[in-house]
């Protein structure tokens, strides 16, 4: 599955974005889906997962209660809404896809991986 991530831009602390990641193949809906994060200097970091039905999702501790992941087996897309931002949430945005199982939060757990989406939030 081929991966691609957009959405991403400037925004002040307190507003709020919206990531989108658009999935080839027929086979989107058996992928969990996840959304990482990668600020300078910094190992990435798991942010959120979707499972194939979208039954179960898991967050990062740092953005629970302020993101919701959601996907669309239709449009073959994750979406990622993020509010209440703040400027240690800047980073580089990254969806990935795992192929079986359930919802993980380790990057070495998925497979495909798209380009990335900068997100900035300024104070």
């Known amino acids: 599955v081929q991966l691609q991530a957009f959405g991403g831009g400037l925004v002040q602390a307190g507003g709020f974005l919206k990531l989108s990641c658009a999935a080839s193949g027929r086979t989107f809906s058996y992928y969990v889906m996840g959304w990482f994060r990668q600020a300078p200097g910094k190992e990435r970091e798991f942010v959120a997962a979707?499972?194939?039905?979208?039954?179960?999702?898991d967050y990062g501790d740092s953005v629970k209660g302020r993101f919701t992941i959601s996907r669309d087996n239709v449009k073959n897309t994750v979406n990622l809404q993020m509010n209440s931002l703040k400027p240690e949430d800047t980073a580089v945005y990254y969806c990935?896809?795992?192929?079986?199982?359930?919802?993980?939060?380790?990057?070495?757990?998925?497979?495909?991986w798209g380009q990335g989406t900068q997100v900035t939030v300024s104070s």
């Open positions: 979707i499972n194939w039905s979208g039954g179960r999702t």
């Open positions: 990935a896809a795992k192929p079986v199982g359930t919802v993980a939060r380790s990057v070495s757990a998925y497979d495909y």
